[in-house]
């Protein structure tokens, strides 16, 4: 069975950065999709960012376009989501996933996040200060 083991949350003011890591053990990311997730305080859990390798393909959510890029380390077997420009908005426990569901690349996350389906780790923290 797949374990996923976020790391990287932390406190940061308005502007800066952060590198979420999810390091996956049981699988690798030849055959499936890495996802990010977040779910602000009170609010629904949201699909933020995904990877495909093959075949290739990412895709983000508009709100963190051209701030957030997902990435992945075969090597280390590790996902990636580095964060930049951080808005107090972008306070959230944020998750990684893993699944095989076949949608498109830009129709993935909001099906997976309803579904909920795959592996997903247990989540790290992010505030952002303003």
């Known amino acids: 069975e797949a374990q996923l083991v976020e790391s990287g949350g932390g406190l940061v003011q308005a502007g800066g950065s952060l590198r979420l890591a999810c390091v996956v053990s049981g699988l690798t990311f030849d055959d499936w999709t890495i996802g990010w997730f977040r779910q602000a305080p009170g609010k629904e859990r949201e699909g933020v960012a995904c990877?495909?390798?093959?075949?290739?393909?990412?895709y983000y959510i508009a709100s963190v376009k051209g701030r957030f890029t997902i990435s992945i380390d075969r090597a280390k077997n590790t996902a990636y989501l580095q964060m930049n420009n951080l808005k107090p908005e972008d306070t959230a426990v944020y998750s990684c996933?893993?699944?095989?569901?076949?949608?498109?690349?830009?129709?993935?996350?909001?099906?997976?996040?309803?579904?909920?389906?795959?592996?997903w780790g247990q989540g790290t923290r992010v505030t952002v200060s303003s």
């Open positions: 996933a893993v699944t095989t569901y076949p949608a498109p690349i830009d129709e993935l996350l909001e099906e997976w996040n309803l579904s909920g389906g795959g592996y």
């Open positions: 990877m495909r390798l093959d075949p290739s393909g990412t």
